[in-house]
């Protein structure tokens, strides 16, 4: 019982740590992502999916990974597209790019992992985009898409800007994503914690099946891309390659479950397997380009973490102040009270 009592203790001291280290990061980008959501809503890029399919990509793609929009919360956006006109090519194009990385993740990778993963994820959500709308075009397109369908809805908006920038940053952002982001933490912590230093490493050695596997594993899996970047980070914990932690954080944030039954559904089965091979495939080629980067581009796990366990081992005021701020903005954001709509208005998780 004490053995227990002290093996749930450090995960959670390593797991506080986690959070505290993440939360300025986490914070700035839920600000950036609501004065994004100023511009970039579904309105905006169902209008910009018109004009030929090259261009609808690639606006597909350049629109997308801005975007705080998760793997499972990209799938009604994707509908609506296919819905209002856009072709198999843009949409398989959005779909792939979209969830994979946002400004939050973008700047939580950044300040957990260093600026080189920072720059390869929405590069490798770029690659991957673009790839998807071409090879979908080219093997299973429908040609142009059909000229969208008018829209007859009327937006209403009363609040002024900065209150929008505020709640749809602080409040619908963490509603969405707060649960992913402990969750994500604390299997950080347990890793941390309780796995053997490069014990990965140790029981699979080569950086290609680690891929692999941390593909057989994150696809599935419903993961978004800001909390991948602590799963990630107890993965390096464990022993694993770098190039294989790059492959999770494609390929866990790129597709889920329930992703690849929506594209089933939207544009069919082979539409599908398309959408699922570009993503293995650039998940793998993405990871390699890590493992053949020059040793000292690239810390390997233990060092990526060291800085990490050292401020679980003695946290300062500060993170303690910073990791128990992230909590309660997310707290209040799921369980605060919420104001009801008016009459003909969006839900909050709608904003």
């Given amino acids: 019982m004490r053995r227990f009592a002290e093996s749930a203790g450090e995960v959670l001291k390593h797991t506080w740590a986690v959070l505290g280290e993440m939360a300025p990061w986490v914070l700035g980008g839920f600000l950036i992502a609501g004065a994004l959501s100023l511009w970039l809503n579904a309105r905006v890029v169902r209008t910009h999916f018109g004009g030929g399919r090259v261009g609808a990509i690639l606006k597909a793609v350049g629109l997308g990974i801005p ?34 990385t946002g400004v939050d993740s973008i700047l939580v990778t950044y300040g957990m992992m260093g600026g080189l993963f ?24 429908d040609g142009n898409a059909p000229p969208a369908a008018a829209d007859s809805g009327i937006e209403a908006e009363t609040r002024p800007w900065w209150a929008r920038v505020l709640h749809n940053g602080f409040i619908v952002l963490p509603r969405s994503v707060g649960g992913a982001l402990v969750a994500g933490a604390l299997v950080s912590g347990i890793v941390m914690a309780l796995v053997p230093e490069n014990y990965i490493a140790e029981k699979i050695a080569n950086p290609l099946a680690q ?57 069919g089965p082979r539409t599908m397997l398309v959408y699922v091979s570009v993503l293995a495939l650039c998940a793998i080629g993405f990871g390699l380009l890590v493992e053949m980067l020059p040793a000292g581009w690239m810390p390997s796990g233990l060092e990526a973490v060291n800085a990490h366990a050292h401020h679980a081992a003695g946290a300062t005021w500060l993170l303690h102040a910073q990791a128990a701020l992230l909590l309660a903005l997310i707290a209040w954001a799921k369980w605060g009270p919420r104001k009801k709509p008016a009459p003909g208005a969006a839900a909050d998780d709608d904003d």
């Fill in 67 to 100: 975007l705080p929009v998760c793997s499972c919360g990209v799938i009604p956006l994707g509908a609506s597209l296919r819905k209002h006109g856009a072709g198999k090519g843009p949409t398989s194009a959005f779909l792939m790019s979209t969830p994979q």
């Fill in 118 to 141: 920072a720059v390869l994820r929405p590069l490798a959500a770029l690659v991957s985009g673009v790839l998807c709308g071409f090879a979908v075009e080219a093997l299973d397109g």
């Fill in 211 to 267: 891929m692999g596997l941390t593909l057989a594993f994150g696809i599935p899996v419903y993961i978004c891309s800001t909390a991948a970047v602590p799963f990630a980070m107890g993965l390096l914990a464990a022993g694993l390659a770098p190039g294989a932690a790059m492959a999770f954080l494609i390929g866990g944030p790129g597709v889920s479950a329930s992703t690849l039954l929506a594209v089933w559904r939207l544009m």
